[in-house]
C-alpha cells in the first residue's frame, strides 16, 4: 500500500490527475475541433508552464533553504561570539548532535540558545557598567575628582564589550576591592588627622571648624550628603596642620612652662597663701609634664597664657617694693643651710653689707638677690658632697657624749644599787663602753674619708671655720695626753696606797675616811674624765695646731694647700674643760695631801 503522504504518492496522485486533465482537454479539443498541429502547440505551451511554475518553485525552495542555512549560521557564528566575549569554553551545542535535523529544526533549536546568552551578556555588561561606576566614583573620591588624576585612573578601565569574561570581571572587581581597601585607609586616617586636630585645637584653644575648613569643607560639614575628602591633597594639609599645631603647643607649652615656673619662684620668695595660689592650680601640672602629656582644653591658649603672665607682672612689681625683704629673707635661708652644713657663709653678702648696700643703692636688689640664690644653690651642693662626713661627724659627737655619759656614771659609787632604773643604766653603760671603744677607728676613718674628700675637690674640708682634720688630730693628741695623765693618776694611786699602807704597819692606824675623800676629791677627776670634743673655734689658750697635728697633715700647710692656716694655727678647740696638772703638781696633790706624808717630810 503506497503512502498517500510520501513523495511517491504525491506523484502519482499528480500524474493520476494530470493525465485525467488531459484527457478532458484532449476532448474539448476533438469537440472544438482543433487541428493536430494546434494541439501540439497548445501541449507544448501547457508542458513549459508547467515547467516555469515548477522551476519558480524550486528557486523559491531554493532561496528559503540558503536563508535558512545563513540564519543558521549567523546565529552560529553570534553565539560563538556571545561565548567568546562571555568566556564560556565548555559549552554544548544543539546543532552539533548526532542525527540529521532540517533547516527549520536546527534554527528553532539555537534561536533559545542565542536569546539566553544575550541575556547574560545584558547581565554581564550590567556587572561591569557598575563596578566600572563605582570605580570611577572612588577614582574621584581618592584623586580629589581632579580631571587629569581621575581620567588617568578611568583611561585604565576602558571597558571592552567585547572582554565581558568573568576573568575580565574579577580584574575589575580586584580594582574595586584594592580602592574600597584604600578608600577605607585613606578614611580611617583622616580621621585619625581630625581627632588629633580636634585635641591639638581643644589644647591651644583654636576654632577646630575654621581650622579644618581652611583644608577642605567636607571635614567639617554640615551637609552629610557631602562625603568627607580623602584625596591626598586633604591628607597632606591635615598632616601640614598637625604640625603647625604642634609647633604651636610646643611654643605655647614652653612659654607657659616658663611663665609658671617664674610664678612659683616668686610664690616661694614671696610667701605668698596657698588661698591665693589655688586660682592657678589648673596650669600648675604644666611645669612637672611633659608636652604630650597636656590635654586638658583651652590649657595653652593665649588667654591662659596672658592670665599667668599678667599674674607674674603683679608679683614682679610686688616683689620690686618688697625685694630687700626679700634680700634678708633669702640670706637668712643661706645662713641657715650654713649652719646646718657646718660651712662659714659668704661675708660678701652678709646681712648688714647687703642692707647697707640696699639702702645706698649701689647694687640692684635684684642682681643681689640673684648672687645670693647662686650661693644658696653653691651652699646645696657642697652640702651634699659632705654629707657623709658630716654624718660620720655626728656619730663621733654622739659616741664622744656617750663616753662623757659613762665617765660620770663610774664616778657614781651608788651605780650599783637596787634603786628605780639601776638595770636600765647598767645596759646602757654596757652600751656605752661598747661605742667607746670604736671612737679611735671612728676618728681615724673619719680622718681618712676627709682626706679622700680634700683629694677629690682639692680644698680642705672646714668644719666651721676650722680644718676637720686638725680637729681631731687636736682630738686624737689631747686624749691621748689625758690617756697618760689617767695611766700616772692611776700610779700614783697606786703609790699612794702603798705609802698609806706602809704608815698603817709602822703607826698601825688608817688615814681618817675624811682624808681619803679629800684625795679623791684632790686628784682632778672627779667631773668628767673624757675629752668631749665639740668641734667649734678654739679659745686662744689651746695647744697650738700646727705643733700637735702629725707631719703629713703639716706639710699641705707648708705648701700653701689649705687657705685657713693662721686662723687654724691660732684658734685652737675649745673642748669642755679638764683640769691638767702636770704629773709632779698631780703627784704632790696626791702624796702631799695627807700632813703626816712621808712626802713632806
Known amino acids: 500500500m503506497v503512502d498517500i503522504g510520501s513523495p511517491t504518492s504525491l506523484c502519482f496522485r499528480t500524474n493520476t490527475t494530470c493525465n485525467a486533465l488531459l484527457r478532458e482537454l484532449q476532448k474539448i479539443w476533438v469537440d472544438i475541433g482543433e487541428s493536430d498541429a494546434e494541439k501540439d502547440r497548445m501541449l507544448m505551451e501547457l508542458e513549459k508552464e508547467c515547467l516555469e511554475i515548477y522551476r519558480r518553485k524550486v528557486d523559491e525552495a531554493a532561496n528559503s533553504k540558503a536563508q535558512l542555512h545563513q540564519s543558521v549560521v549567523s546565529i552560529e557564528a553570534e553565539i560563538a561570539s556571545l561565548m567568546a566575549t562571555l568566556g564560556v569554553l565548555n ?32 547581565e554581564r555588561l550590567k556587572q561591569f557598567v557598575d563596578i566600572r561606576a563605582q570605580i570611577e566614583k572612588m577614582s574621584g573620591e581618592i584623586s580629589g575628582y581632579s580631571d587629569q588624576l581621575k581620567q588617568t585612573m578611568i583611561d585604565s578601565l576602558t571597558l571592552d564589550e567585547q572582554d565581558l569574561t568573568l576573568r575580565k570581571l ?8 584594592s580602592l574600597q581597601k584604600e578608600k577605607s585607609d585613606r578614611l580611617n586616617k583622616v580621621l585619625d588627622y581630625v581627632n588629633e586636630v580636634h585635641t591639638l585645637c581643644g589644647v ?9 575648613s581652611e583644608i577642605h569643607p567636607s571635614l567639617h560639614r554640615t551637609n552629610h550628603e557631602q562625603s568627607t575628602n580623602i584625596s591626598d591633597g586633604t591628607l597632606d594639609g591635615l598632616q601640614d596642620m598637625i604640625q603647625k599645631l604642634k609647633t604651636e603647643r610646643r611654643v605655647r607649652f614652653q612659654k607657659l612652662k616658663d611663665v609658671v615656673g617664674t610664678l612659683f619662684e616668686l610664690w616661694n620668695l614671696m610667701d605668698t597663701p596657698q588661698e591665693e595660689r589655688i586660682k592657678f592650680a589648673r596650669v600648675s601640672y604644666v611645669v612637672r609634664s611633659s608636652e604630650t602629656d597636656i590635654t586638658e582644653p583651652n590649657i595653652l591658649s593665649t588667654e591662659t597664657i596672658e592670665q599667668v603672665s599678667e599674674e607674674v607682672d603683679r608679683f614682679n612689681k610686688l616683689k620690686s617694693s618688697r625685694m630687700k625683704e626679700l634680700v634678708m629673707k633669702r640670706r637668712s635661708e643661706l645662713e641657715n643651710l650654713c649652719r646646718l652644713a657646718h660651712i662659714d ?13 640696699i639702702d645706698s643703692g649701689i647694687v640692684d636688689p635684684a642682681e643681689l638677690l640673684a648672687n645670693i640664690e647662686v650661693q644658696i644653690n653653691k651652699v646645696k651642693d657642697e652640702a651634699q658632697s659632705r654629707k657623709d662626713i658630716i ?11 656617750e663616753e662623757n655619759w659613762l665617765e660620770e656614771y663610774n664616778q657614781d ?18 652600751r656605752a663602753r661598747i661605742t667607746v671603744n670604736k671612737i679611735p677607728s671612728m676618728v681615724d676613718n673619719l680622718i681618712k674619708k676627709t682626706l679622700s674628700w680634700e683629694d677629690e675637690t682639692q680644698k680642705s674640708f672646714l668644719y666651721d671655720g676650722v680644718r676637720l682634720v686638725s680637729i681631731l688630730e687636736d682630738y686624737k693628741l689631747t686624749r691621748k695626753q689625758q690617756e697618760e695623765e689617767k695611766k700616772r ?11 698609806l699602807n706602809r704608815r698603817e704597819s709602822i703607826y698601825g692606824s688608817k688615814p681618817s675616811p675624811r682624808r681619803s675623800n679629800s684625795v679623791k676629791r684632790s686628784n682632778g677627776y672627779s667631773g668628767n674624765v673624757s675629752v668631749p670634743p665639740t668641734p667649734r673655734r678654739s679659745s686662744a689658750g689651746a695647744t697650738n695646731t700646727e705643733t700637735m697635728t702629725p707631719r703629713s697633715y703639716s706639710s699641705h700647710r707648708q705648701n700653701g694647700y689649705f687657705k685657713e692656716e693662721r686662723r687654724l694655727a691660732t684658734a685652737p ?13 698631780t703627784y704632790t696633790s696626791v702624796c702631799g695631801s695627807e700632813p703626816d706624808s712621808p712626802l713632806q717630810n
Not at 574579577?170 to 576591592?177: A, D, I
Not at 654624718?391 to 663621733?396: A, L, M, S, T, V
Not at 678647740?573 to 703638781?585: G, T
Request: glycine letters at 6%.
Open 345 to 357: 657663709p659668704d661675708t660678701s653678702t652678709s646681712l648688714e653689707k647687703s642692707a647697707a648696700l
Open 391 to 401: 654624718d660620720r661627724i655626728d656619730r663621733w659627737l654622739s659616741a664622744c657624749e
Open 170 to 177: 574579577n580584574e575589575y572587581q580586584t580594582r574595586l576591592n
Open 573 to 585: 678647740l675649745n673642748f669642755v674643760a679638764i683640769q691638767k696638772e702636770d704629773s709632779a703638781s
Open 489 to 499: 693618776y692611776r700610779d700614783q694611786k697606786k703609790m699612794q696606797e702603798l705609802i
Open 91 to 122: 559549552f554544548h551545542s544543539p546543532i552539533k548532535e548526532k542525527g540529521s535535523k532540517s533547516l527549520k529544526e536546527k534554527l528553532a533549536a539555537v534561536k533559545p540558545l542565542l536569546e539566553d546568552l544575550k541575556v547574560q551578556r545584558d
Open 204 to 212: 591651644l584653644g583654636a576654632d577646630f571648624g575654621q581650622t579644618v
Open 413 to 430: 659609787e651608788n651605780r650599783y644599787t637596787a634603786g628605780r632604773g639601776g638595770h636600765l643604766n647598767l645596759k646602757h653603760a654596757e
